[in-house]
């Protein structure tokens, strides 16, 4: 599909997906509300817009990877946003995780314009996102989502097209869910494990080979060894999104668990001040309440 591609939103995740996009070639319009953000777009020959709906107007399909649901809802339908300039066939692509019922109410306020919509959620993380090497899930209209695949291969590797709208982003916060319970386990494991006198490295080169390994615990527990907290995904995202995930949840009458419970640690992190931090950091807490330290 032919035309320039906007980009909304060049924060952590955004910057390195947005420069693997003109990587591939694909004429960008760029705007974040920090200028500073739009510069290495910039120097690689993007255009920086004011505003989304400047962005919208010179483009044809329009990227959006903003932190919040209120803040993809300005994005989108604000007093400046897309949908102020976006013209009948423009695509608005949200691959920021929000509400999923908040996303379908955007898609019929850009519907009856004659503006199409998809949800495409990402997992990966900033180095996954820097590779090109994310997993895309998209919810909407069949259509317009392989009008998008051109954009989707740019970004990412494994790219799943799951139902219609909002169905993207119900994948992607079942995906959350299960990292933030397991890494709530695994930290729990890890404090339990030193305060019993083994050694935190032995314990990952035996776990990572047995039955208790997982994506969390191989892809985490070296950065809590080395304690590099520095963030990918920040304790304060992890939050935010278990809060959809839960709402959600109510929302459908599902009884949520694990998710309620494990959440509780994260908040105590935040109050901790650990909320800038990487989500492993959430082992701090409870190295604290244990009087250990997880290091190897």
């Known amino acids: 599909m032919a035309g320039a591609v906007g980009f909304i939103g ?3 995740m955004g910057r390195p997906m947005a420069l693997n996009l003109v990587k591939h070639g694909f004429p960008l319009v760029v705007h974040d509300i920090d200028p500073v953000k739009v510069e290495p777009l910039r120097q ?6 004011d505003s989304p709906e400047r962005v ?3 483009t044809t399909r329009t990227i959006c990877i903003v932190e919040t649901t209120a803040q993809a809802e300005a994005v989108i339908a604000g007093e400046r946003g897309i949908i102020r300039s976006a013209g009948p066939g423009h695509i608005v692509i949200c691959m920021s995780t929000i509400d999923p019922l908040v ?3 955007l898609g019929q306020e850009l519907a009856a314009r004659g503006i199409a919509m998809l949800d495409a959620p990402v997992s990966g993380g900033t180095e996954r996102a820097g590779t090109g090497e994310l997993s895309i899930i998209g919810g909407g209209a069949t259509e317009t989502f392989e009008a998008c695949r051109d954009l989707f ?3 990412g590797t494994k790219i799943f097209h799951v139902g219609g709208l909002g169905q993207g982003l119900a994948m992607k916060l079942v995906n959350n869910m299960l990292v933030q319970v397991n890494l709530v ?3 729990e494991a890890l404090v339990m494990g030193v305060k019993a006198g083994l050694d935190p490295r032995t314990i990952y080169e035996v776990v990572r080979v047995s039955t208790g390994t997982s994506a969390a615990f191989e892809g985490r527990v070296p950065k809590i060894l080395a304690r590099d907290f520095a963030p990918g995904g920040t304790i304060d995202i992890y939050f935010k999104d278990q809060e959809l995930e839960t709402a959600f949840a109510k929302q459908l009458g599902v009884p949520l668990l694990l998710a309620n419970v494990s959440q509780q640690v994260y908040q105590m992190a935040r109050a901790a001040g650990l909320g800038k931090q990487d989500g492993p950091a959430i082992i701090q807490v409870l190295e604290r309440l244990a009087g250990v330290e997880v290091r190897g």
């Open 103 to 105: 996303a379908k109410r």
């Open 153 to 155: 291969k740019a970004m």
């Open 56 to 58: 919208a107007a010179s």
């Open 185 to 187: 386990a695994v930290a």
């Open 44 to 49: 690689k020959g993007a255009t920086v817009a």
């Open 10 to 12: 060049l924060g952590a």
